[in-house]
């Protein structure tokens, strides 16, 4: 993912940079409600494709009206707003490649949010907020095959079963590893791994690309920072 987000990000398009650095500072500065208008008007102004990312702009303006203003949140949210307004406008060359990474970022983060407001099982919350979370991937993702080309024999219930089972898989994931006695670092780690590697195979077989040699090495990858990660964790039991 670092590969290629760096790849998204080596060529500066200022005009975006701009509108990020609004976007961000806005949210941290202004009042939530100027806040609202002033990212409703630079994502439907122009109104081109606003449908086609609006499953990346709602997860964003969730976490934007509900966490508390830091200088590190404003800096990930302009990357965020860069992102979704370069695929939207067509700015950027390769939209799927930003659209990937826009879509595991955000699963990444929702995931440490996830982790570190539960970090144990406790009631019915934690289910009720990993099925928001589950149906979100789903949203995210379903958005994102949009962007597979169908000439390429990709069909749409091909994706759909994508879709579905990336969120199921994103679900069942966080719904294990919050049972685990870890640290929520040590777990928002081991789901990002998980996540990472499952919808990159997920995607690539969206995509018709996917391979058995391609898998191997995907788990084998998984397999590996997995020992790493539980190797070296604290448990509490």
């Given at each position: 993912m670092a590969v290629k987000l760096k790849s998204v990000l080596k060529r500066i398009h200022w005009s975006l940079a701009l509108k990020a650095a609004v976007f961000a500072a806005s949210w941290f500065l202004l009042p939530l409600w100027l806040f609202f208008l002033i990212a409703l008007y630079l994502y439907f102004v122009p109104p081109f494709q606003s449908g086609k990312l609006v499953a990346p702009f709602l997860v964003l303006m969730f976490f934007a009206t509900t966490l508390t203003p830091s200088l590190w949140l404003a800096a990930l949210f302009g990357v965020l707003w860069y992102l979704i307004l370069g695929i939207k406008d067509l700015v950027f060359i390769d939209r799927k490649e930003a659209y990937e990474s826009l879509v595991l970022l955000l699963i990444f983060f929702s995931g440490i949010r996830?982790?570190?407001?539960?970090?144990?099982?406790?009631?019915?919350?934690?289910?009720?907020?990993?099925?928001?979370?589950?149906?979100?991937?789903?949203?995210?993702?379903?958005?994102?095959?949009?962007?597979?080309?169908?000439?390429?024999?990709?069909?749409?219930?091909?994706?759909?079963?994508?879709?579905?089972?990336?969120?199921?898989?994103?679900?069942?994931?966080?719904?294990?590893?919050?049972?685990?006695?870890?640290?929520?670092?040590?777990?928002?780690?081991?789901?990002?791994?998980?996540?990472?590697?499952?919808?990159?195979?997920?995607?690539?077989?969206?995509?018709?690309a996917l391979t058995r040699r391609m898998l191997l090495m995907n788990f084998s990858i998984f397999f590996v920072f997995l020992v790493i990660i539980l190797g070296s964790a604290k448990w509490t039991l």
């Open positions: 996830f982790f570190a407001h539960f970090d144990s099982w406790s009631g019915i919350m934690p289910l009720l907020a990993d099925l928001l979370f589950g149906a979100a991937v789903f949203l995210l993702c379903k958005g994102f095959l949009g962007y597979v080309d169908e000439a390429h024999g990709v069909s749409r219930e091909r994706k759909a079963i994508a879709a579905v089972v990336a969120a199921l898989v994103i679900f069942e994931a966080a719904l294990i590893i919050v049972f685990l006695p870890l640290h929520f670092l040590y777990q928002a780690s081991l789901f990002f791994i998980t996540a990472l590697v499952f919808l990159e195979s997920v995607f690539e077989y969206a995509r018709g």
